[in-house]
C-alpha cells in the first residue's frame, strides 16, 4: 500500500517576507534616531578634510546667533565663554562652523577671538 504525503514542501523560499522585515526595521530606525542638538547648517564646500581633534565649536547661523557647542551664546559673551570651557586645556582648538550666508565679518570676530587667547582655529566645511 502506498501512501503519499499530502503536504508537499516547495523548496523555493520567497524573499517577500524578509524585505517587509528589513522595510520595517528602516522605518523603526529612522523615527527613533533624532539629533535634537544639531544645528542645521549650510556650509561652504572645499577640497581636504580635517583630521584635528576639537575641544569646542563655534557655529554661526543664517540669523546671525552665535552657539557654543549649541548653546545660544550672545555675540558680546562669546569671548568669556570660550575662556571658561577652554580653561586648562593643552592644545585648546575651536571648530568654527559658519553658516554660507554669514558675513565674513562675524567669521572674522571669532578668529580675533582666538588669536588674542592663543587657540586653534579651524573652519568647518562640506566636502566637495
Known amino acids: 500500500m502506498k501512501l503519499k504525503g499530502r503536504n508537499k514542501v516547495s523548496p523555493e523560499f520567497s524573499m517577500s517576507s ?3 522585515i528589513v522595510f520595517l526595521l528602516l522605518v523603526f ?9 544639531a544645528l542645521d547648517l549650510l556650509l561652504p564646500k572645499a577640497k581636504g578634510k580635517s583630521t584635528n581633534t576639537q575641544n569646542v565649536s563655534v557655529s554661526i547661523d543664517k540669523n546671525l546667533d552665535f552657539f557654543v557647542d549649541n548653546v545660544k551664546v550672545k555675540e558680546e559673551f562669546l569671548e568669556t565663554e570660550l575662556k571658561r570651557r577652554l580653561n586648562n586645556v593643552e592644545k585648546p582648538t575651536i571648530i568654527l562652523r559658519a553658516e554660507k550666508s554669514v558675513p565674513i565679518d562675524n567669521a572674522v570676530h571669532v578668529m580675533d577671538i582666538a588669536n588674542q587667547n592663543n587657540y586653534k582655529v579651524i573652519l568647518a566645511v562640506r566636502p566637495k
Open 29 to 37: 530606525f529612522m523615527l527613533t534616531s533624532n539629533a535634537p542638538n
Open 18 to 20: 524578509m524585505t517587509d
